[in-house]
T-cell receptor, first 113, second 112 residues
Framework: AQSVTQLGSHVSVSEGALVLLRCNYSSSVPPYLFWYVQYPNQGLQLLLK??????LVKGINGFEAEFKKSETSFHLTKPSAHMSDAAEYFCAVFSGGYNKLIFGAGTRLAVHP | DAGVTQSPTHLIKTRGQQVTLRCSPKSGHDTVSWYQQALGQGPQFIFQYYEEEERQRGNFPDRFSGHQFPNYSSELNVNALLLGDSALYLC???????????FGPGTRLLVL
């Protein structure tokens, strides 16, 4: 069965600091991996995705993630945090057999001045 | 290009009542999936509709049912509401062969 684990339910960084949100997955087949962001009282917005090809994936708002098969990880990074990055971030793996996304529990990112 | 839309944005119901939530997919998409997001948790898959049929279903009771119309829009129905059904209900659309799902803003349901 496929699953996603997000390490750290809350992460706090200073404005301008590196953002690192951790995601590990479990999958018996080559995974399709996603990061979504959810701002307060809103739906999910796709940040980036990995399907095949280049393992370093760039997304919107300056975020990027690297697929590391050997570590079964897909961590999300941003070199310099902005106050507007404060939100909940979800990592997900696509279960092709069931045509569904399996989400992690989410990481709430706080950015302080 | 309109994205995924959902209505209503908020609903308050009492236990035992029934509710219908609506979703219009992103232009060009033919597949609609529904997810339930309880407070402080990640979304959980309810079911998926394609060609007006339920194609996949998650671990939700039969009180949760759905429908897809010829124009690809969809409804989620929940009967005999329980307090535990209080959540944000998210609709996502995609191509039938695609893995990338785009989400709507959600409907927040409160059951009293």
């Amino acid at each position: 069965a496929q699953s996603v684990t997000q390490l750290g339910s809350h992460v706090s960084v200073s404005e301008g600091a590196l953002v690192l949100l951790r995601c590990n997955y479990s999958s018996s087949v080559p995974p399709y991996l996603f990061w979504y962001v959810q701002y307060p009282n809103q739906g999910l917005q796709l940040l980036l995705k990995y399907t095949t090809g280049a393992t370093l994936v760039k997304g919107i708002n300056g975020f990027e993630a690297e697929f590391k098969k050997s570590e079964t990880s897909f961590h999300l990074t941003k070199p310099s945090a902005h106050m507007s990055d404060a939100a909940e971030y979800f990592c997900a793996v696509f279960s092709g057999g069931y045509n569904k996304l399996i989400f992690g529990a989410g990481t709430r990112l706080a950015v302080h001045p | 290009d309109a994205g995924v839309t959902q209505s209503p944005t908020h609903l308050i119901k009492t236990r035992g009542q029934q509710v219908t939530l609506r979703c219009s997919p992103k232009s060009g998409h033919d597949t609609v999936s529904w997810y339930q997001q309880a407070l402080g948790q990640g979304p959980q898959f309810i079911f998926q509709y394609y060609e007006e049929e339920e194609r996949q279903r998650g671990n939700f009771p039969d009180r949760f049912s759905g429908h897809q119309f010829p124009n690809y829009s969809s409804e989620l129905n929940v009967n005999a509401l329980l307090l535990g059904d209080s959540a944000l209900y998210l609709c996502a659309s995609s191509f039938s062969s695609g893995e990338t799902q785009y989400f709507g803003p959600g409907t927040r349901l409160l059951v009293l």
